[in-house]
Nanobody, 123 residues
Framework: QVQLVESGGGLVQAGGSLRLSCAASGRTSSSYAMGWFRQAPGKEREFVASISRSGSSTYYADSVKGRFTISRGNAKNSVNLQMNSLQPDDTAVYYC????????????????WGQGTQVTVSS
């Protein structure tokens, strides 16, 4: 059984920063792509960032490029998302996911998901 647990969400003012972490168990995350998605109230879930098995390749949504950084954690079964210059439009539930592929931005290719962590950015 693969389990993903996110942490690090919270309330922050516009322009502030948060760091999300995701710990995986039951699957060695270094063997799989990892990604972050988010879903705002009334909107569909959208891709945020992904990182390859090796950590050498990353993809970002245009809306977060230059502000967010995805990275593999020191533990091989973890991934982080550093979020800087946060804006109210970044308010959403953020989900960590893992995919049995090299790297992908397609949510349908991710087979395990965390429960999500709330990020709220006040103006």
């Amino acid at each position: 059984q693969v389990q993903l647990v996110e942490s690090g969400g919270g309330l922050v003012q516009a322009g502030g920063s948060l760091r999300l972490s995701c710990a995986a168990s039951g699957r060695t995350s270094s063997s799989y792509a990892m990604g972050w998605f988010r879903q705002a109230p009334g909107k569909e879930r959208e891709f945020v960032a992904s990182i390859s098995r090796s950590g050498s390749s990353t993809y970002y949504a245009d809306s977060v490029k230059g502000r967010f950084t995805i990275s593999r954690g020191n533990a091989k079964n973890s991934v982080n998302l550093q979020m800087n210059s946060l804006q109210p439009d970044d308010t959403a539930v953020y989900y960590c996911a893992t995919a049995p592929s090299a790297i992908t931005i397609r949510s349908g290719e991710y087979d395990y998901w965390g429960q999500g962590t709330q990020v709220t950015v006040s103006s």
